[in-house]
Structure formats: C-alpha cells, structure tokens
T-cell receptor, first 113, second 114 residues
Framework: GNSVTQMEGPVTLSEEAFLTINCTYTATGYPSLFWYVQYPGEGLQLLLKATKADDKGSNKGFEATYRKETTSFHLEKGSVQVSDSAVYFCALSVIQGAQKLVFGQGTRLTINP | KAGVTQTPRYLIKTRGQQVTLSCSPISGHRSVSWYQQTPGQGLQFLFEYFSETQRNKGNFPGRFSGRQFSNSRSEMNVSTLELGDSALYLC?????????????FGPGTRLTVL
C-alpha cells in the first residue's frame, strides 16, 4: 500500500537555524509528493510539490527534492523564522483517477526567537 | 477569489446523534474531498466527489456518507455518532479530478462528541 513516514516531532529550533524534516514514502506506481503546512486554528496550505523524480519544489525559502532512489522528500530551509512555527505534513498522491492524499503523521515545529 | 468555506466551524453533539457538515469549494472547482484529522490517526481520507459522483472512498464505516450538489457544494453526514468521531473534518477542493492537482483546504469543522 501507499504510506508516508515523517521524522518524529516536536522539533524546536532557534531563529535563523537550519531546518530539515525527513520524509520517506512507500508507493505503488509513480506518486506526486507534497508538503503541506498547518498553522494554529487553520486548515492545510500547500507549501510545495514535486511530480516526478529529481524535481525540486520550492516556496518561501523551503525546498524539497523528489529522490526516487531513496524514496525520500525531505523538507529543508536555510534560516527559519518564528513565523515558520507550525505543523508540517508530507503527503503523496498516486494517480488513480481520484484526488486522494496520503499524509504522514505531521511534525510540529517551534521556532524560538 | 474566496477560499474554501466550511460550516459550522464548531459543533458539539452527543453519542447516537447525527451531524451534517457543509463545504463550499472555491468557485469553479468541481472536485471536493473530505479528510478526518485526529491526534491518534492523523489525517485520513474520507471520500472525494466530482460532478455529484463519489469517485473514491476511504476506509471508514458506512455511518460516514456524503454528497455533492450541482453547484459543487458538498455535505458529509455522520450518523449514530461515537466518541471516536470527535475530530477536525477538513474539506478540500481542486479544479479537476484525477490528480495530482493542488487541493485547497478549508479551515475545518471541529466536531466534539460527548
């Protein structure tokens, strides 16, 4: 079956630190990969995506590269800000004629000033 | 463009009751998906509707049902509520079905079952 595994949280960093949140997946077929972010009291927002191997998604200083050989899609940011504090979800979608996202368990990130 | 709206935002029910949640997608979007978010199980796919037809369903009991209207608005219904149904229910819309199109999420409906 299809599944996503994220690094355990919570993660606490100081402002301007380097961020990595690990994500690995298991999928049949060729999935598209996503990172979503959820701020307190809100729904999910798409942060970035990659639809094929070696694609790099990027947005707001965040980056993730689709690595088929290691089945990974790790999220990175060079210098985090307090406003980046949120819960981050890695997800995949396998085209089966329907919109269905399979999510990881989420990683809570707290950035201290 | 207005985002995905969900009503109500908060709901308290007791065991055995039923509940209906509503979702209005972004104008022009025809696909609506529903997800359940709980601390224990995380985010789980419930079902997806496109052009008033259910295209895919997650692994939930038959107490969970949904429908989509001709204007793409969607409702989900949970009958005979159980304590374990307490969750944040998220609706997401996208312009087309078939993926992998970006899904835009609403703020959710927080359901508490007492």
């Amino acid at each position: 079956g299809n599944s996503v595994t994220q690094m355990e949280g919570p993660v606490t960093l100081s402002e301007e630190a380097f961020l990595t949140i690990n994500c690995t997946y298991t999928a049949t077929g060729y999935p598209s990969l996503f990172w979503y972010v959820q701020y307190p009291g809100e729904g999910l927002q798409l942060l970035l995506k990659a639809t094929k191997a070696d694609d790099k998604g990027s947005n707001k200083g965040f980056e993730a590269t689709y690595r088929k050989e290691t089945t990974s899609f790790h999220l990175e940011k060079g210098s985090v800000q307090v406003s980046d504090s949120a819960v981050y979800f890695c997800a995949l979608s396998v085209i089966q004629g329907a919109q269905k996202l399979v999510f990881g368990q989420g990683t809570r990130l707290t950035i201290n000033p | 463009k207005a985002g995905v709206t969900q009503t109500p935002r908060y709901l308290i029910k007791t065991r055995g009751q039923q509940v209906t949640l509503s979702c209005s997608p972004i104008s022009g979007h025809r696909s609506v998906s529903w997800y359940q978010q709980t601390p224990g199980q995380g985010l789980q796919f419930l079902f997806e509707y496109f052009s008033e037809t259910q295209r895919n369903k997650g692994n939930f009991p038959g107490r969970f049902s949904g429908r989509q209207f001709s204007n793409s608005r969607s409702e989900m219904n949970v009958s005979t509520l159980e304590l374990g149904d307490s969750a944040l229910y998220l609706c997401a819309s996208s312009p087309l079905a078939g993926g992998p199109y970006e899904q835009f999420f609403g703020p959710g409906t927080r359901l508490t079952v007492l």
